[in-house]
Antibody, heavy 121, light 109 residues
Framework: EVQLVESGGDLVQPGGSLRLSCAAS????????MTWVRQAPGKGLEWVAN????????YFVDSVKGRLTISRDNAKNSLYLEMNSLRVEDTAVYYC??????????????WGKGTTVSVSS | QSALTQEASVSGTVGQKVTLSCTGN????????VGWYQQISHGAPKAVMF??SLPSGIPDRFSGSKSGTTASLTISGLQPEDEADYYC???????????FGGGTKLTVL
């Protein structure tokens, strides 16, 4: 079964740090772009970052540049989101998702259940 | 403010056909295929359409289309289990980022 399982969410103070993990199983992880998407309480989905198959190409939404970084360990079938200088507005459920492809176009075809990050003093 | 614009809410009765729209610009919807994601009761999102292709396991009452900078998701023969929030998403070349619409809350009356 193709599966993504996030972990690492927690309550943290503003300015703090956190590392989220996403464990992949049931597919050849190293063959796929991977992405993080978040959803603040009562709000819609927001793309955060993504990373290519070998980890060399990374893209971020402007609001997290310089504070969050994405990485992966293909030997461990794992995706990570390192979060520093956290702000109250980073409070959200964080989902990891796989980028599938159809006819050369990419989309988020498999999603995890999410992990909750709360930033509050 | 989202890069893609969706109706805030749409409703329909069981068996009815409903269409959700997603409007962007030439840098996003006008240049790339659009994905549609269903989220039931704030659970994990699930892909229900990409371009006009149906992901495995999604019933064929779902269909997708695009004209210029507007994409549409049509549900023919609405079912109670289709009640959910629906989000459109695509790649925005000018932003070098993936963008989502604000979401449409679909209510099945």
């Amino acid at each position: 079964e193709v599966q993504l399982v996030e972990s690492g969410g927690d309550l943290v103070q503003p300015g703090g740090s956190l590392r989220l993990s996403c464990a992949a199983s049931g597919f050849a992880f190293s063959n796929y772009w991977m992405t993080w998407v978040r959803q603040a309480p009562g709000k819609g989905l927001e793309w955060v970052a993504n990373i290519n198959q070998d980890g060399r190409d990374k893209y971020f939404v402007d609001s997290v540049k310089g504070r969050l970084t994405i990485s992966r360990d293909n030997a461990k079938n794992s995706l990570y989101l390192e979060m520093n200088s956290l702000r109250v507005e980073d409070t959200a459920v964080y989902y990891c998702a796989r980028h599938g492809q159809i006819e050369g176009y990419s989309y988020m075809d498999v999603w995890g259940k999410g992990t909750t990050v709360s930033v509050s003093s | 403010q989202s890069a893609l614009t969706q109706e805030a809410s749409v409703s329909g009765t069981v068996g009815q056909k409903v269409t959700l729209s997603c409007t962007g610009n030439s840098n996003n919807i006008g240049s790339y295929a659009v994905g549609w994601y269903q989220q039931i009761s704030h659970g994990a999102p699930k892909a229900v359409m990409f371009g006009n292709s149906l992901p495995s396991g999604i019933p064929d009452r779902f269909s997708g289309s695009k004209s210029g900078t507007t994409a549409s998701l049509t549900i023919s023969g609405l079912q109670p289990e289709d009640e959910a929030d629906y989000y459109c998403s695509t790649l925005d070349y000018s932003l070098s980022a993936w963008v989502f619409g604000g979401g449409t809350k679909l209510t099945v009356l």
